[in-house]
């Protein structure tokens, strides 16, 4: 499993698209891609932290659905917005998806192969 972090609109998909040229892929924005659209191709899912955010409105387990993903899709390549580096929010949801999010990331970022942080396009490996 590849992580990709970054700021917003910082060309993390596009350097995305990069890495995976002359690769069979799939992406989903916000969502994981559906188990059909996969078939033999990688999984990418842009913008998870969004994925995350909806399925906490939703009363979903964001961390275990993900963990099973990874199972099923190892190879994939995860893209998520930096969402901790600002000012705390005032809502107690957003304090919680922020928080989940972020302890989502460090978990991921210990299981994965290799960890991206992109900024203005450029990716610098950081595992």
């Known amino acids: ?9 910082q060309g993390k ?9 002359g690769e069979k892929w799939v992406m ?8 059909e659209e996969v078939q033999g191709k990688i999984p ?22 993900l963990s099973a993903f990874l199972d099923r899709h190892p190879d994939c390549v995860l893209i998520c917005d930096e969402i901790g580096n600002g000012i705390v929010p005032a809502e107690p949801f957003d304090r919680e998806y922020r928080e989940r999010t972020g302890r989502m990331l460090v978990e991921l970022a210990g299981r994965a ?6 900024i203005c396009g450029i990716g610098q490996r950081i595992r």
């Open 44 to 65: 990418v899912v842009d913008c998870l932290h969004e994925w995350v955010r909806e399925r906490l409105l939703q009363g979903g387990r964001p961390e275990e659905e």
């Open 28 to 35: 989903a924005k916000g969502a994981l891609p559906r188990e």
């Open 113 to 118: 192969d290799e960890v991206v942080r992109v």
């Open 1 to 9: 499993m590849r992580l990709i972090i970054g700021g917003y609109a």
């Open 13 to 21: 998909a596009d350097y995305a698209a990069g890495l995976l040229r």
